[in-house]
């Protein structure tokens, strides 16, 4: 369960202008309003419990709409409110402005994704002039500054989109930071949003940070260029109070870890006229949220093989189980028995079995991609799910070896399948790449446990900028070159450099032999020649990547 | 149930550092060599060390003679049983659980195969135990930590090397390997899947046990 606290503080055309009312009664259509689709949306997601606070003067309308109105006299006020709230609440608690026009995708993946103890959306579409939006830093998917009509922030790079996501125990000091705003409310004074310093380039050298296995964190990464809002949205300064703004600013200055989420190409926007809704309204509609949905069920960090040897299509195959109502975990276990078939068709020894059991792999394999994009695009998520998806792809892989290694031996002697007793070479395989995995699980375990232990700095809420996280001066170095002496941050900034030409990457991914390629080596060295091809070539390059993936990691483990 | 009390419950940094001592998989000997360290050993070297000499004994053919071949297990479990406490908190500690899992696995197979054992056998076997590591590592992803009796039961990489050394030393060396699949085989199967049925199936969220992988995904 969640708790929505929507702010509907801000008055339509300036403080002072009773007629308006507030932004969040603008019209949304003909027959409803902002607040009333934001409040029918968020129940739709099981958000039932919706508390509206509004300044007095402004609650009449929402009360005429029926609504249930905590009513405030100022933004100290405000502040209070969200405090008690923050504080008695035991569930993620969503704060929002009720002005808000966000697509249903949006709040989906707010609401029932996030795992992160908070998270703001953003969006790095930045319009040129003043901007009329809170602005914030982010680093590495984390808001590092926020800003607010009274906080300044260093070299912004991205724009608040009005909703927050606090998880309990964070909810915790989110009442701490709004009770310490409602009492510094009446001392703050406007200041600049903007504070010029341009220190941000250069690449930030992070211990740990192993981008060939670095996923996209929070949903994120800009690999994906956000949607850039039409020129009438966003372009009117708000002129309330800013409360969401004001509580993210609290949240990451008390050193709360704040993830961004990025908008990407769906719509998050703050609607301060009925120019700005009717907008709003139709990018909302604009938007092919089913698309979008399948789009962002491809994973986008799959191996080589993977992306263009089965994601191209398999999402057509995701839509049509989707259709037919099966559920992740039949097509996991269809592709669980295809691929015990496949391991039958090898261990026949015969040419013929090894071509069709090859085939029957590659089947096997896009029906495991289908599972995950089904799961996604369907949101079945399930734990059970999740442990028959991972434990049947390490039994798949190993019934196709043992199914090689029987053929093997069964095949006639002198035919082109046989390869003889190629037990000993189907363990060896089977070890190394189980010991490959576990390298992986013990580097993730190890790197999560510095990733949960960092301390972020705490920054007074009375400060008006954020001066406090200025980067000290560093020498000047030459261009490009590593600004730290030794292998490990060589290697680091290797790394990260090669990340930027596609041909290397790709070349770093399939070098490490993911499962696509593993898969997809299986099939065709099997199709074409034998078992024991099959097994040395596995051997021989699972060693390599071991080899590989190992010495990366070690610098990186000591720089 | 199945969400008993585990390291760190609070504390997401011990938590994942416990993690790494529960891939090591070390049964109650180890164990029990590592409490009078109090974790005062680091791991690193000593396994590093251990495996070295594993390579050495078993391409100096070790495997096929019974007494050397009794000295593989002994010697891996008396450098890294004393440091099985240590927090492994080290910078490249976490090296440790895939070594330990090559010693084992590579033992295993040396010594099935210079004793004669089925080859499919060893296979099932092995592939057993790698069910177990993978599942280990899924279900603490998911803080389902793996109870104590598990830990007991499972017999710990030391325990079942030294189950197949004695009984190489007593020329049952295929009978031991048959057991302890059918044994181990029920027992992280059985465990393993009424643990996960009984983990709830719709939660909403989203759960992907894959996300720390590189190779594997």
Not at chain 1, 117 to 124: H, T
Not at chain 1, 437 to 462: C, N, S, T, W, Y
Request: aromatic residues 6%; contains cysteine; charged residues 20%.
């Amino acid at each position: 369960m969640t708790l929505a606290v929507v702010l509907a503080t801000e008055p339509v055309g300036g403080v002072g202008e009773e007629g308006g009312g507030p932004t969040a009664a603008l019209p949304y259509g003909p027959d409803t309003t902002l607040l009333e689709r934001l409040l029918d949306q968020l129940a739709a997601l099981g958000v039932h419990d919706s508390r509206i606070v509004a300044r007095r003067e402004l609650a009449a309308p929402l009360h005429k709409n029926g609504h249930d109105v905590i009513e405030t006299d100022d933004l100290a006020d405000d502040l209070r409110v969200v405090a008690e709230l923050a504080r008695a609440a035991k569930e993620p608690v969503l704060i929002l402005s009720g002005d808000i026009v966000a697509g249903d995708e949006l709040l989906v993946r707010l609401v029932a994704d996030s795992k992160a103890p908070a998270s703001a959306v953003i969006s790095r579409a930045r319009s040129a002039g003043p901007p009329t939006r809170p602005v914030v830093r982010v680093s590495r998917a984390r808001v590092v500054s926020a800003g607010s009509r009274y906080h300044q922030v260093t070299d912004p790079n991205a724009v608040f989109r009005g909703i927050l996501r606090v998880a309990p125990p964070e909810t915790k000091r989110l009442a701490d930071a709004a009770a310490e705003l409602a009492g510094l409310a009446g001392s703050l004074r406007p200041v600049p949003p903007i504070r010029t310093r341009e220190q941000v380039g250069g690449e930030q050298l992070e211990r740990f940070v192993d981008r060939d296995a670095e996923g996209d964190l929070d949903g994120s990464s800009s690999r994906k260029a956000d949607w850039a809002p039409p020129p009438v949205l966003a372009t009117t300064p708000s002129n309330g109070d800013d409360v969401p703004a004001l509580l993210l600013t609290g949240l990451v200055r008390s050193g709360v870890r704040v993830g961004a989420r990025g908008v990407r190409v769906l719509v998050c926007e703050r609607a301060l006229t009925p120019e700005q809704a009717a907008a709003a309204r139709a990018a909302v509609e604009a938007v092919d949220e089913d698309r979008v949905r399948l789009d962002a069920a491809v994973k986008g960090d799959d191996g080589f093989f993977t992306t263009y040897a089965v994601s191209t299509y398999s999402w057509r195959i995701a839509r049509w189980t989707a259709r037919r109502r099966l559920t992740p975990n039949v097509v996991t276990s269809i592709s669980m028995g295809v691929a015990v078939l496949a391991a039958v068709w090898f261990a026949a020894g015969t040419r013929a079995g090894m071509i069709v059991g090859a085939a029957l792999l590659y089947v096997a394999f896009v029906l495991d991609c289908v599972d995950g994009q089904l799961a996604r695009y369907t949101r079945q998520f399930s734990t059970l799910g999740a442990w028959l998806d991972a434990t049947f792809d390490r039994a798949k892989e190993y019934v196709a070896y043992a199914g090689l290694a029987v053929g093997s031996t069964a095949a006639a002697i002198g035919s082109s399948v046989h390869g003889g007793d190629v037990w000993r070479l189907a363990v060896a395989a089977m070890a190394v790449q189980t010991c490959r995995h576990m390298i992986d699980f013990a580097f993730g375990a190890a790197k999560r446990r510095v990733a949960g232990g960092e301390q972020l700095p705490v920054l007074p809420l009375d400060a008006p900028d954020d001066s406090a996280l200025d980067s000290p001066p560093q020498p000047p170095r030459a261009a490009g070159a590593p600004d730290r002496k030794g292998l490990g941050q060589t290697a680091i900034w290797l790394s990260n450099r090669t990340e930027k030409m596609p041909g290397l990457r790709w070349a770093k991914k399939i070098v490490i032999l993911p499962i696509g390629e593993r898969f997809a080596l299986i099939s065709l060295s099997a199709a074409l020649f034998n078992a024991k091809v099959t097994f040395v070539v596995l051997l021989c390059w699972g060693l390599l990547a071991a080899g590989y993936t190992l010495t990366g990691r070690i610098l990186r483990s000591i720089a | 149930m199945t969400t008993t009390a585990r390291p760190g419950a609070h504390d997401p940094a011990a938590y994942h550092g416990s993690r790494l001592v529960a891939y090591r998989d070390d049964g109650w000997i180890a164990q029990t060599l590592g409490r009078p360290a109090h974790g005062m050993l680091p791991p690193l070297a000593p396994a590093l060390v251990a495996a070295a000499i594993t390579v050495v004994l078993v391409l100096a053919g070790a495997a096929g003679q019974t007494g050397p071949a009794l000295f593989v297990p002994l010697v891996a479990l008396l450098l890294t049983g004393p440091s099985s406490s240590h927090p492994h908190d080290g910078p490249l500690d976490w090296l440790v659980p895939p070594i330990m899992r090559a010693i084992e696995y590579g033992y295993l197979a040396a010594l099935g195969f210079a004793q004669g054992v089925s080859e499919p056998l060893i296979y099932v076997l092995i592939a057993v135990l790698a069910y177990h590591h993978y599942d280990t590592v899924y279900r603490t992803r998911q803080k389902l930590w793996p109870q104590e009796w598990m830990f007991r039961a499972g017999l710990g990489w030391d325990g079942r090397m030294l189950v197949v050394a004695l009984a190489a030393f007593a020329g049952y060396t295929p009978l031991a390997y048959a057991a302890l699949a059918a044994y181990l085989g029920v027992l992280f199967g059985v465990e393993s899947v009424l643990t996960w049925t009984r983990t709830g199936r719709g939660e909403g969220t989203m759960v992907n046990l894959e996300d720390e992988e590189e190779a594997g995904s």
